[in-house]
């Protein structure tokens, strides 16, 4: 078992920068992933990365903008999400991939979802 706890949103104004971090507990898996949801929106997938190697994938609307980087040391997952836009506004979750054969990018394939943690960007 698991347990993630997501910190590190907050109210930014659009072309400012937050830094959320999630820290686990318990046991390893090899790949993390950040997802989000908006109001009235389905949760969706962000990025993810995988702790052995770093390989990393960005979804098509955060890339170049956003970064995620881990601290193995810490148990840490960190994303670095710069040039914010309003519509980047959601309560963005990280969670462990549990299952597939190989990096997904798919909900189901995801559980031990933190609290989650609130991005609010302003106009």
């Known amino acids: 078992q698991v347990k993630l706890v997501e910190s590190g949103g907050g109210l930014v104004q659009a072309g400012g920068s937050l830094r959320l971090s999630c820290a686990a507990s318990?046991?390893?898996?090899?790949?993390m992933g950040w997802f989000r949801q908006a109001p009235g929106k389905e949760r969706e997938f962000v990025v993810a990365?995988?702790?052995?190697?770093?390989?990393?994938d960005y979804s098509d609307s955060v890339k170049g903008r956003f970064t995620i980087s881990s601290d193995n040391a810490k148990n840490t997952v960190y994303l670095q999400m710069n040039s914010l836009k309003v519509e980047d506004t959601a309560v963005y979750y990280c969670?462990?991939?549990?299952?597939?054969?190989?990096?997904?990018?798919?909900?189901?394939?995801?559980?031990?979802w933190g609290q989650g943690t609130q991005v609010t960007v302003s106009s």
């Open positions: 969670a462990v991939q549990t299952k597939g054969l190989g990096p997904s990018r798919a909900l189901a394939d995801y559980s031990s």
């Open positions: 318990g046991r390893t898996y090899a790949r």
């Open positions: 990365i995988s702790w052995r190697g770093g390989s990393t």
